[in-house]
């Protein structure tokens, strides 16, 4: 059952991580420099909130759950 819930909370991470892509492209511009609005500390709003905080919480989930299966 615990195994079950474990997979579908991966896979809902691994969506929700991808749904951030916005991020990872300004991420990916560290090496060039091209991105001067990197380290700008910009409010999340709406949707973006929205899925960081489920994103936080499937990850809280996630450790959760395999700690309780390691130490079953």
Do not use: C, D, P, W
């Amino acid at each position: 059952m615990l195994e079950t819930i474990l997979v579908v909370v991966s896979v809902l991470i691994i969506v929700l991580v991808l749904l951030q892509g916005n991020k990872a492209q300004a991420g990916g511009q560290i090496i060039s420099g091209g991105n001067a609005e990197l380290f700008q500390n910009q409010k999340e709003r709406g949707a973006e909130l929205l899925i960081s905080r489920i994103t936080l919480v499937l990850g809280i989930a996630f450790f959760v759950i395999s700690l309780v299966l390691y130490l079953k």
